[in-house]
Every structure is written in structure tokens, then in C-alpha cells.
T-cell receptor, first 114, second 114 residues
Framework: EAGVAQSPRYKIIEKRQSVAFWCNPI?????LYWYQQILGQGPKLLIQ????????DSQLPKDRFSAERLKGVDSTLKIQPAKLEDSAVYLC????????????FGSGTRLTVV | AQKITQTQPGMFVQEKEAVTLDCTYD???????LFWYKQPSSGEMIFLIY??????QNATEGRYSLNFQKARKSANLVISASQLGDSAMYFC???????????FGPGTRLSVLP
């Protein structure tokens, strides 16, 4: 089974620029998550999708962050404009059902804002 | 208030020895799940082990076992016979009730010495 794919792997941008990250979950996984992991911290949920609907985006800074999941499969996360404090690893994860299964995470996109 | 506490920022262990990584949690929901993830330097989060709040026995998965003490609200990860490849960040996480969102702890960096 293919894992969760993310791209790009690394991105360096200047503050006030925009950036987009892409995630392709495991086939058949209805639930997709975007997490932000700041260096030295545990991941923090930004947004959760169930199919193509948003379940939880309470911690998403909506003035600059947006996300969509077209057709309930791939997802993109966008930051516009970026701030220095957005430097982090952005992890995408997907899951099949709630319960004993953990999520399957992608390798993440490491964003550096300079 | 922190829902997941990991008090050991860093741990060292000699190869082939056992090591315990601490995790305490806070929840008022009687139904919850506890998870441990490993994050190597490559960045992806790897699911290790799961413990449900109603599980009668401690979870085990190969060299990983979970020392679940419900009254103390602790869910320590025990790694037996440490290997050099075990060097990584380890995160404890909790999922409450029927929710699908994880809350992660700050992590413990484990270094296995040859």
C-alpha cells in the first residue's frame, strides 16, 4: 500500500510571500489532516477533512491559511502571506476509521520563512 | 492545561538495554485512546502502539510495550533491547471519546549509544 505523499519536501520563501503544499492520502482514507510541527514541539492540528468537508478548523489561522480537499482525495494547504513564525514542518495524515488505528503520516514539508 | 505531558526532553540508553519513556495525560472523558509515535530524522511519524482506556491488558507490539496505569493517568512506553535505529523523537498522543483528533505531547528525544 502506498503511503501518504506530500510535496514539496522542502521550501524556503521570504516573508509576505505565498506558498502551497500538496498531500495525496492513502487510497480509500476518508479522513485527512494537516498538522503544523514547530521545531521542538509536538504536531498541532490545523484542519481535519472528512471526505471533502471540513470537520475541524478551529486552530487554523484563517486570515492567512487556507486548505481545500477537492473531490475528497488530494488536499492543498496554502499560506498567504507567510510570516516568520510559520517556519515549521507541515505534516499531512490520513486515516480510515476511528479506533485502534493510528494515522498514517506523510514525510512532511519543511517550510523556512526568511 | 497540557493534555499530554512528556517530562523527559532527552534520554540516552545503551544499545541492547531497555528504556522507559514517560507520558502522563489529562482527560475527563472515560473513553480515550493513547498512542505512541516515532519520528526519525526523516520527519515522518511512525505509529508504534495503541492502548485503549478500557483495555484490560497492557499493549505490546514486538519490542514495544505500554505500561498503562489508568489511576495515575500514565502511559509509559517501554522499548526493550534498544537498537541504534531506535534513535528518534518519540511522541505520546491521545484521542478522546469519538473524536478523531490527536493531541500530541512535546516529545522525548531518544539517543541509543553503541
Amino acid at each position: 500500500e502506498a503511503g501518504v505523499a506530500q510535496s514539496p519536501r522542502y521550501k524556503i520563501i521570504e516573508k509576505r510571500q505565498s506558498v502551497a503544499f500538496w498531500c495525496n492520502p492513502i487510497s480509500g482514507h476518508a479522513t485527512l489532516y494537516w498538522y503544523q510541527q514547530i521545531l521542538g514541539q509536538g504536531p498541532k492540528l490545523l484542519i481535519q477533512f472528512q471526505n471533502n468537508g471540513v470537520v475541524d478548523d478551529s486552530q487554523l489561522p484563517k486570515d492567512r491559511f487556507s486548505a481545500e480537499r477537492l473531490k475528497g482525495v488530494d488536499s492543498t494547504l496554502k499560506i498567504q502571506p507567510a510570516k516568520l513564525e510559520d517556519s515549521a514542518v507541515y505534516l499531512c495524515a490520513s486515516s480510515l476509521v476511528t479506533g485502534r488505528d493510528g494515522y498514517t503520516f506523510g514525510s512532511g514539508t519543511r517550510l523556512t520563512v526568511v | 492545561a497540557q493534555k499530554i505531558t512528556q517530562t523527559q526532553p532527552g534520554m540516552f540508553v545503551q544499545e541492547k538495554e531497555a528504556v522507559t519513556l514517560d507520558c502522563t495525560y489529562d482527560t475527563s472523558d472515560p473513553s480515550y485512546g493513547l498512542f505512541w509515535y516515532k519520528q526519525p530524522s526523516s520527519g515522518e511519524m511512525i505509529f508504534l502502539i495503541y492502548q485503549g482506556s478500557y483495555d484490560q491488558q497492557n499493549a505490546t507490539e514486538g519490542r514495544y510495550s505500554l505500561n498503562f496505569q489508568k489511576a495515575r493517568k500514565s502511559a509509559n512506553l517501554v522499548i526493550s533491547a534498544s537498537q541504534l535505529g531506535d534513535s528518534a523523537m518519540y511522541f505520546c498522543a491521545m484521542r478522546e471519546g469519538q473524536g478523531q483528533n490527536f493531541v500530541f505531547g512535546p516529545g522525548t528525544r531518544l539517543s541509543v549509544l553503541p
